[in-house]
Structures are given as C-alpha cells and as structure tokens.
T-cell receptor, first 119, second 109 residues
Framework: DAGITQSPRYKITETGRQVTLMCHQT?????MFWYRQDLGHGLRLIYY???????DKGEVPDGYVVSRSKTENFPLTLESATRSQTSVYFC??????????????????FGPGTRLTVT | GQQLNQSPQSMFIQEGEDVSMNCTSS?????WLWYKQDPGEGPVLLIA?????ELTSNGRLTAQFGITRKDSFLNISASIPSDVGIYFC?????????FGAGTRLTVKP
C-alpha cells in the first residue's frame, strides 16, 4: 500500500525492556521524523533523518535511538523503556520543495500512530 | 526553541456556525502548517502557508499567515459534524518543528 505505515499499532511492554517501533514509507521522501504525543504537550519531535544514514536529535531525544539504513524505513528503539515513555508515537515523512515564498518547505505527512504503554 | 500558543483550547459550536482559531509563536516563521487529527489517527495536513499575509483556502477552511510572521489563523465556515476533531498549528518545518497544543472542536447537530 502506498503511503506511510507504522507497526505495531498497539504495544504493551514492561519497564526496562527494549522495544522497537517501525515506520515505512513508499513515497521515497528524503526526510523522516518521529514524534510523541502526550496530553497537554501536543506533538514533540524525538528524532529526524534527512536521508539514509543521516539522523539528528529533536526536542526530546533522551532514551531513544534511531537508525536509517534504507530510505523507506526509520525504526525507533526504546533501549530500556520507562513509564514516562508511555505515549502515542507518530512517524512522518517529507520531501522539500520550493515555495512561493522563495524558500523550501517540508510539509510533513503522518502515519497512523503507535500507542505504547509501558507498565 | 519556538513556543506555540494556540487558542482556544476547545470549542463547542452548533452545526452551521463559523469557527476561528489562532496560533502565535515567540519567533518569526517562514512556514505555517495547519493539521487536523481525528481520534485514533495521525494528523492530516489541511493548509500550508509560505508568505506573510498569504490567505489560502481549502474548501470551507481558510488560513492566513500573519503579517508579523509570528501568528496564523484558521477559519472554518458553516461547520458540519465531520469537522469534529483536534486542529493543530505547526511550524516551521522540518527539524525544529513545533506544534500548538491543539484546539478541540465539537460540533453539535
């Protein structure tokens, strides 16, 4: 299917366990992103990637690891899950293009989300 | 980093009414994005704005890029039940993207 998909959609794990959330996009977009969404905080950027093998931290990167060996995949790993990482995680992708304002835009398109509960 | 203040937090309106919401940032943006999120779904891009003063429409939705470049507005005309959801402002993409806390819209038939 075309678009951006995430798996699993729901995950329950225990404190201290490692868990990996998967993200796959079929548009060949250069940029990919991971956000978490918590009540009262909106969406916050965890990590992003500008291309395969290029990743960088966002606003809230602590406790997370990412990799991007292929353009279409951008997995997010919680190395040792904590209860504070209970959240809904969204993956997004983007391809820059020139705008009427004379700069590049990076409209982001989101996946359906993964609801993670850490017990 | 930029802070986005979005208001109102929630709105309860009657079907057919118009809706207005706004977003302000602590710094200048060169792009404003407006998203809608339905329950259990990811945000969906509604409108993108690229120039100060720009007014852009998408059906019954109209958004404006404030001339100070620190604010943006979203209007929904003649609301219908399917407008229910959470509306987010966001910007500037990509790597310093911030989202407002959202405006939760309820439409009563």
């Amino acid at each position: 299917d075309a678009g951006i998909t995430q798996s699993p959609r729901y995950k329950i794990t225990e404190t201290g366990r490692q868990v990996t959330l998967m993200c796959h996009q079929t548009w060949s977009h250069s940029y990919m992103f991971w956000y978490r969404q918590d009540l009262g905080h909106g969406l916050r950027l965890i990590y992003y990637s500008a291309a395969a093998d290029i990743t960088d931290k966002g606003e809230v990167p602590d406790g997370y690891v990412v990799s991007r060996s292929k353009t279409e995949n951008f997995p997010l790993t919680l190395e040792s899950a904590t209860r504070s990482q209970t959240s809904v995680y969204f993956c997004a992708s983007s391809e820059p293009f020139g705008t009427s304002g004379g700069h590049f835009s990076y409209e982001q398109y989101f996946g359906p989300g993964t609801r993670l509960t850490v017990t | 980093g930029q802070q986005l203040n979005q208001s109102p937090q929630s709105m309860f309106i009657q079907e057919g009414e118009d809706v207005s919401m706004n977003c302000t940032s602590s710094s200048i943006f060169n792009t404003w994005l407006w998203y809608k999120q339905d329950p259990g779904e990811g945000p969906v891009l509604l409108i993108a704005l690229y120039k100060a003063g720009e007014l852009t429409s998408n059906g019954r939705l109209t958004a404006q890029f404030g001339i100070t470049r620190k604010d943006s507005f979203l209007n929904i005309s003649a609301s219908i039940p399917s407008d229910v959801g959470i509306y987010f402002c966001a910007g500037p993409p990509p790597w310093d993207m911030r989202f407002g806390a959202g405006t939760r819209l309820t439409v009563k038939p």
